[in-house]
């Protein structure tokens, strides 16, 4: 089982430096490599203050500075938002600078209708322009002198520069337990979470994932995204689940409604389900209680699980339940058995 780390970039308080909190990221990248976490990955998105990251290659270039060994994955590029001709050389030059084997590409097709709206993408089309986009993406990452004359794209024969020193690894993000089937059945790697589902739904996009292996001509994997703090006590535990789901009541805002944002900052929203509903889903308590949770998703067969273990948590908070995650509750999964089929 390998674990890592997603490096949310929350700007929940927008009167916080924003230069504090992605130098603070830095920080959680660094310590997640030197205590023993497999992986880092990093959202993209625009114009609102949660998952405040709007260049995933200009800052997976960085987090490389600071690291050394770690795969470094977008979580995800949204594809509908770039060009694939720019946005291919773009990832070309970012696996250079990297070293040429680190970067690993998760794709998807956005989430947020406020910045579809914004950018004046439609929302609408979104799936079809992600599947074409990710065919030429595919092969401008592959091939020289590439024509296109699809829906989406049309173009003469071009071949992006500098040329890639590799196709990296592609992840598709996919949250419908059918889609994520069709994903693994056709070859991809699959990225997910259940968001508000919780576990059970997890359940269903796991046993999905392994029907679709099953009929795949190639090895596929399976990386869950989960909200995670081990708290020091039960107290902290319940003050840590206040801030997670006042994060929550932002994140439903651009996730589930058009978005109500003002100045950049996602409003604050009623929720039809309370802090106590949002504790029972949320992977946040003590070391005994996340061991039973994470447990409980390992045994689904998970390759990963990806951890965000920010939530607008203080950055000194985070960075200790790195550290006790690390040493308390990960070596309790080292040998943990991938099943074949958790259907």
């Known amino acids: 089982m390998r674990f890592s780390v997603f490096l ?10 924003p230069e504090r909190m992605y130098a603070e990221v830095l920080e959680q990248a660094k310590l997640a490599e030197d205590i023993g976490f497999d992986g880092l990955s990093l959202p993209e998105h625009h114009l609102v203050n949660v998952l405040m990251n709007p260049n995933p290659l200009m800052f997976a270039v960085k987090l490389a500075s600071v690291t050394e060994r770690l795969p470094i994955t977008t979580a995800v590029l949204v594809l509908p938002f770039h060009d694939m001709r720019r946005l291919a050389g773009d990832i070309a030059l970012a696996d250079m600078l990297i070293g040429g084997e680190r970067l690993e590409l ?8 406020y910045e579809f709206g914004r950018f004046g993408v439609p929302v609408e089309t979104s799936r079809e322009v992600f599947d074409e986009s990710l065919d030429v993406l595919e092969a401008l990452l592959s091939g020289t002198d590439v024509a296109w004359d699809g829906e989406h794209y049309k173009f003469e024969p071009l071949t992006i520069m500098p040329r890639p020193l590799r196709k990296p690894r592609i992840w598709i993000a996919a949250l419908g337990p059918e889609a994520i089937y069709h994903c693994a059945r056709k070859g991809y790697d699959v990225q997910t979470t259940p968001l508000r589902g919780g576990f059970e739904l997890g359940k269903k996009q796991a046993a999905a994932f392994h029907r679709g292996k099953a009929e795949a001509a190639v090895p596929v994997e399976l990386s869950m995204l989960r909200s995670a703090y081990v708290a020091r006590d039960e107290a902290d535990a319940w003050a840590k689940r206040e801030i997670a789901y006042e994060y929550g009541r932002r994140f439903t805002n651009a996730f589930e ?6 100045a950049g900052e996602l409003a604050l929203i009623e929720l039809e389900y309370t802090l106590e509903d949002a504790a029972k889903q949320l992977i946040v308590g003590t070391e005994a209680e996340i061991t039973d949770k994470i447990g409980a998703y390992v045994d689904l067969g998970m390759d990963e699980i990806s951890l965000d273990m920010h939530l607008g948590i203080p950055h000194r908070d985070v960075m200790a339940s790195m550290e006790r995650f690390a040493a ?5 999964f080292e040998d943990a058995p991938r099943l074949v089929d958790a259907g």
């Open 257 to 262: 409604t058009p978005g109500t944002v003002k």
């Open 328 to 332: 308390k509750v990960m070596p309790q």
């Open 106 to 113: 998760g794709c998807g097709r956005g989430a947020f209708a």
């Open 8 to 17: 949310s970039c929350h700007l929940l308080d927008v009167g916080y430096p």
